[in-house]
């Protein structure tokens, strides 16, 4: 009765809820019952919260898993509601993962602390194939994140993570607050290609990894594996120009756009050696975005076009 004097207008919204639930069931029931839990939790001060999981848990659609490596999902939970304000003590919470039983899901641990002074904590995911996949298939994954002292709340998403068979696959790294974030490159093809004939091999010959480890580097220059074009939305993220892969760009590829009387790169193209992994870095405009892709985002900041040796 005390918590119905002081919160009167919360109580009007109850029963506006039970009208609700009655009415609509309980999908809506679920999500207005969890809104009002969170209010509950925030006028006592306390905040669990998460960029990637959620009261009602957040879906996903991933579709950049080969189906024989592991796939791997980091997840954050933190302390806080905004830049402001945040929980003034440590939160324990538990962790749980679902899947089929066409996967292995392997938690990194199944309980964390969000230390008050670190204001938060992370972990991870790893789904490990036992079945053959195929392109098209699906799995889903979901997994929860509970509070347990001082109060408890939980979050969850569901990843329905899709099998795309492709020898170059790239995803971004990035969070809140970050002020650069990372493109990761992987060319998976374990052959190249020539592309301007040289001493016996012809146009289009195709040469294995050792073949080519063979050539000089003039040689080398007549071949590829994968040849990278980014383009980038220059007003909004800048390249960081000590990038090895922009170092060694392809000659007379490069774009540059000039804002405020300065020239910023923006697009160039570079090659991947044959079964090999590059990181690329850029600057945030706006360190309060997130662009992590695919995971946040359907589609990525940077337009990635690739010509591979297939």
């Not at 309980?26 to 919260?49: C, D, G, P, Q, V």
């Not at 995911?125 to 889903?140: A, L």
């Amino acid at each position: 009765m005390n918590f119905i004097r002081t919160h009167k207008k919360l109580s009007i919204i109850v029963l506006i809820v039970a009208l609700i639930l009655f009415l609509y069931g309980t999908t809506l029931a679920r999500y207005i019952y969890n809104t009002i839990h969170n209010y509950i939790l925030e006028s006592k001060e306390f905040y669990f919260n998460s960029t990637v999981l959620d009261m009602n848990t957040k879906q996903y659609k991933i579709n950049n898993w080969d189906g024989v490596s592991n796939y791997v999902l980091t997840i954050d939970v933190n302390n806080k509601k905004n830049s402001l304000k945040s929980t003034s003590s440590d939160i324990s919470y538990n962790i749980e993962v679902s899947c089929p039983d066409t996967v292995e899901c392997r938690l990194s641990k199944t309980e964390g602390i969000i230390y008050q002074t670190a204001g938060t904590d992370s972990y991870q995911v790893t789904v490990i194939p036992r079945n053959n996949f195929y392109e098209g298939d699906e799995i889903e994954v979901t997994t929860t994140a509970t509070s347990t002292s001082p109060y408890v709340k939980s979050l969850s998403a569901t990843y329905t993570i899709g099998i795309e068979t492709s020898n170059f696959t790239y995803d971004i790294t990035d969070a809140k607050n970050d002020k650069f974030l990372t493109l990761n490159l992987t060319n998976a093809l374990t052959y190249y290609k020539v592309e301007k004939a040289f001493g016996a091999y012809q146009e289009g010959d195709r040469l294995s990894n050792e073949e080519y480890q063979t050539l000089t580097d003039a040689e080398k220059e007549n071949c590829f594996s994968a040849k990278v074009t980014l383009t980038i939305p220059t007003r909004e993220i800048y390249l960081d120009m000590t990038n090895k892969n922009y170092l060694a760009k392809i000659s007379g590829s490069e774009q540059t756009e000039t804002i405020d009387g300065f020239n910023y790169v923006k697009e160039f193209s570079f090659k991947m050696e044959a079964s090999s992994s590059e990181k690329v870095m850029f600057y945030k405009e706006d360190i309060t975005k997130d662009y992590t892709y695919p995971i946040k985002n359907d589609k990525s900041i940077i337009t990635v076009t690739v010509e591979t040796a297939e």
